[in-house]
């Protein structure tokens, strides 16, 4: 019998996952969730992507990495709804070319270690991945028209084509050379929603509606995501580019409005504002926890209870009619 590491060797190793570009935060996560089910090592690419390291995988599941696809396909399907691209191959690059080359809505191409270098070469060079519209421009410009073709150009050539790091790095994964390992990642620790002013802003009133809205955004991201802020930053910018930031820690993690409101205004009573011309706030959710992580408290506060509930139900209303259908009479009011 082979072992593992010979296996490995034989057969690709590296899964890129394609969600649909419209895809909710809490049905990306729960992807995740599944390609956690094929190999410990996922790699988030929000907000649509994934890498998943199939290594440790070929012990438990054996060399049939296209039925690994397959599966992870039936899963999303059966169980989310979702439809995947799923490209395998040896390498991060050949892995995500071939990801983007299965068509919509969703499919698996798996290649080779031994096909990954032939079935490159005959790909239009705007194929290969991490080639943007620019670069492909410049190269076709110099007649470079397939990877095959950029692939046989002279290194140096293809830096003063394209500059010195991004040629050295669209040369060598042209001829199938990418070492980047597949680094564990989840969804990013922290979360932040921006509101620039149209104009600079002295009245407090409109700035205390600016930064309701923002936690509206950033609690109804943070349910989405299913995840809750322990601390949070507020960022006040002002006319002439200076700011002020201070960070709060919260008495307990929460992704719920009433939570994040309290401590906001907290954060901007003790930036003391007088008459500083505002431009912009920044409001950020920091060290952010999986919502089922969060000890569920018993309270005997019926008011938060029954606001926790209608909060639930105006996050489908919004989830059915849009983020603006509803909300707070300020934030309406400065909208309109």
Request: aromatic share 2%; charged share 25%.
């Amino acid at each position: 019998m082979r072992d593992t590491d010979t296996l490995a060797d034989r057969v690709p190793t590296v899964m890129h996952v394609r969600c649909p570009d419209r895809i909710r935060e809490d049905v990306y996560r729960q992807v995740l969730e599944l390609l956690a089910d094929l190999s410990p090592v996922v790699q988030a690419l929000p907000p649509t992507a994934a890498l998943v390291e199939l290594k440790g995988a070929l012990r438990y599941h054996g060399p049939q990495v296209q039925r690994m696809g397959e599966v992870l396909r039936v899963r999303t399907l059966t169980r989310l709804g979702v439809d995947v691209r799923v490209g395998i191959g040896p390498t991060v690059t050949v892995a995500a070319t071939a990801s983007a080359r299965v068509d919509p809505p969703g499919g698996v191409l798996s290649v080779t270690s031994g096909q990954a270098a032939d079935w490159l070469a005959s790909l239009p060079v705007e194929a290969l991945h991490g080639i943007g519209p620019k670069q492909s421009a410049a190269l076709h410009d110099y007649g470079i028209h397939t990877v095959g073709l950029l692939a046989a150009v002279s290194p140096q050539t293809v830096q003063r084509l394209l500059g010195g790091k991004a040629g050295r790095l669209a040369a060598d994964r042209a001829r199938g050379i990418d070492p980047r390992p597949v680094v564990p990642r989840t969804l990013p620790a922290a979360a932040t929603v921006r509101l620039r002013f149209d104009r600079h802003v002295l009245d407090g009133a409109d700035v205390r509606a600016g930064l309701l809205d923002l936690v509206v955004q950033l609690a109804r991201l943070l349910r989405r995501r299913g995840q809750a802020a322990r601390a949070l930053s507020l960022t006040l910018q002002f006319a002439g580019g200076t700011s002020w930031e201070k960070t709060r820690r919260l008495s307990e993690p929460s992704a719920h409005d009433e939570d994040l409101r309290t401590m906001a205004y907290r954060l901007i009573d003790a930036a003391g504002l007088q008459r500083g011309r505002l431009t912009g706030l920044v409001l950020k959710g920091d060290d952010l926890v999986d919502a089922d992580q969060v000890a569920q408290q018993i309270s005997l506060d019926h008011s938060r209870e029954a606001r926790l509930v209608a909060e639930a139900a105006v996050d489908r209303i919004r989830e059915k009619f849009g983020d603006r259908a509803i909300g707070p009479a300020a934030v309406a009011r400065r909208a309109s």
